[in-house]
């Protein structure tokens, strides 16, 4: 695997997990390449393409015909749109939106009449999103910078969540579950994709910045991610393991057996509609 993030020093703070993840990002962005997380952006016989890593968990070819070239870089690890349940009119929000593959994908189903808002903190993906979105001529789409952590969207506005492995890169993850039920409408709901943390892994493995930019040392447990959603006030809570998403996981990091600690999953939940108080 390629050093997306530099040496593997430990990480200290906060600030040094958002600024590892950033640099990580923004080289990927610049590249042009594909990493299927953290894989080498280089290629190879033995590194699959954007549209295979795509294809493997979970876009159709019709999704993958549909955005532009360089919105789909190979950096999810599901396909939020196929729990979203996306209408025509809502406002959808996409944490870490990348070059705007989702956004791109949400954007169709919610129409003329509604809006996609795309979130990342890193300039060269917003620039690259951005070029996306004019390379197809889409006007329903809004790419702002900022922290998942500190939203810069309205309270009460979204009706739906959208995030595809992100999630786990951030280094206050309660924090954006907060966020995420602030900006939500009441009966407004999260459908994201994440790689989540189903075994305790080595100090090797946790302490490693590579694999922290590389969607694994990042993850949380299925037990951790329910109580942030019970405790900011989510309802109707699932978080669904996909077993079989190890066998790709396992390329993410050759050899070093990252595929018994974590798993990609869906996790959805529901802001409780408001309810009149006689």
Known sequence: ?????????????????????????????????????????????????????????????????AVPDGANMGLGCGNPSTIAAMKPGETVVDLGSGGGFDCFLAARQVGENGQVIGVDMTPDMLRKARDNAQKIGVTNVDFRLGEIENLPIADNMVDVIISNCVVNLSPRKDRVITES??????????????????????????????????????????????????????????????????????????GRGIEKYVASATIEAIKPSKTCCG
């Open 181 to 254: 039920f602030r900006v939500l409408k009441p009966g407004g709901r999260i459908a994201i994709s994440d790689v989540v943390q189903t075994h305790d892994m080595p100090e090797d493995i946790q302490k490693d910045t590579e694999l922290l930019c590389g969607c694994v040392s990042g993850a949380a447990s299925v037990q951790d991610l329910t109580q942030w959603l019970e405790t900011a006030g989510f309802e109707q809570i699932k978080i669904d393991v996909k077993e079989e998403s190890r066998a790709y996981i396992k390329d993410w990091a050759p």
């Open 1 to 65: 695997m390629s050093s997306c993030c530099g040496p593997q020093t430990q990480i200290q703070s906060e600030d040094d997990v958002r600024k590892a993840v950033s640099e990580s990002y923004a080289a990927i962005a610049n590249s042009g390449g594909n990493a299927g997380c953290c894989l080498p952006a280089t290629g190879g016989a033995d590194v699959p393409s954007a549209e295979e890593f795509a294809k493997n968990f979970g876009y159709s070819d019709e999704e993958l015909a």
